[in-house]
């Protein structure tokens, strides 16, 4: 069964930094791309950041570009988002999930983290 | 950016109704190498989006036959057929076609 459970979210101050983590399950983690993806409360779906499988190809939004960076660590199945300078328009319920490059889609989602930035 | 627009914003329906969503892309979603990278979303209350139709028309796993996708190009449909309680929540679409990828705003299906 493959599982996403991320981590790392919490009450965090405007301009300080909070990284998030999610451990995958239940497949061979290497061989996917990952997306994060982040809904504020009460609104839609925002895209945040994609990397491939290998970690050669990363993409941002560009709300997000230069302060947040996304990695992985294949050994640990674990993908991360480093978010640095968070502003109040950061808060977000953040989804990490399974990328399906070569379908353009999104086939299993974690539970999400939260993440408030508020002094 | 491609903008994507969703048509209704809610939707109420009876139990055993039929329901269209429209999605509509700024731009072609055909991708350079001909495929269409279109896909639908069902966040049901307090839960994460799930997966329902990939690629415009494929249903994902497990995905009941009352849920269907068409359209083309920069024009999309899903359907749902017989609806029944589970299906409530808010349905969002979604393109793979061009980073940076986007969603559509999101209906939301209840209960007439």
Known sequence: EVQLVESGGGLVQPGRSLKLSCLASGFTFSNYGMNWIRQAPGKGLEWVASISSSSSYIYYADTVKGRFTISRDNAKNTLYLQMTSLRSEDTALYYCARHRYYGGYNDYWGQGVMVTVSS | ?112
């Open chain 2, 1 to 112: 950016d491609v903008v994507m627009t969703q048509t209704p914003v809610s939707l109420s329906v009876s139990l055993g109704g039929q329901v269209s969503i429209s999605c509509r892309s700024s731009q072609s979603l055909v991708h350079n190498n001909g495929n269409t990278y279109l896909s639908w979303y069902l966040q049901k209350p307090g839960q994460s989006p799930q997966l329902l139709i990939y690629k415009v028309s494929n249903r994902f796993s497990g995905i009941s036959d009352r849920f269907s996708g068409s359209g083309s190009g920069t024009d999309f449909t899903l359907k749902i057929s017989r609806v029944e309680p589970d299906d409530l929540g808010v349905y969002y679409c979604g393109q793979g076609t061009q980073y940076p990828y986007t969603f559509g705003a999101g209906t939301k299906l209840e209960l007439k």
